[in-house]
């Protein structure tokens, strides 16, 4: 990535969340591809432009959890999937593996805000459907790792 490719995507009104989604996105990205280490990865994303309109708190546990734990979430949605997880492109392998690791971690964001924000991210840098594959993937992985609140969700 050059300096002018690394940055969120410009449009506006985006919380500092969304954008701390958007650049772990980006960061995942760049690990998927280069293998690099997490450290080397943050900080290169740290400099990006507009970096300083996202939460860098909630990026930094994204994308390190993410990255840290990718094993355990990539087996949780590997049976979820309809192929190999190398056969994922790395945009939906991404955001796939930062909705599994909100789901899975971040019980106070409501499992629809992550799943929605898991199809914005894939709407504004994945293919043309992959939204829709991240959404069943992700609303398959919410049931069953919160299955009362997707119960609950359901009765109204």
């Not at 309809?82 to 499992?111: C, F």
């Amino acid at each position: 990535m050059n300096e002018k490719t690394l940055h969120a995507n410009p449009s506006k009104n985006r919380t500092p969340r969304h954008r701390a989604r958007e650049f772990a996105l980006q960061g995942l990205y760049q690990w998927l591809l280069n293998n690099e280490s997490a450290s080397t990865v943050v900080n290169h994303i740290r400099g990006a432009h507009g970096f300083d309109k996202a939460d860098a708190e909630h990026f930094t546990v994204l994308l390190n959890g993410a990255i840290g734990s990718s094993v355990e979430l990539r087996a949780m949605f590997a049976p979820l999937v309809d192929r190999g997880i190398n056969e994922l492109s790395p945009i939906e392998h991404a955001v796939l593996l930062i909705g599994a690791y909100e789901l899975k971690n971040n019980l106070e964001i409501p499992y629809r805000v992550v799943i929605n924000e898991a199809v914005e991210l894939t709407k504004s840098f994945g293919g043309i459907d992959g939204h829709k594959y991240v959404n069943g993937v992700l609303d398959k992985l919410a049931a069953q790792l919160r299955p009362e609140e997707v119960a609950a969700d359901k009765k109204r």
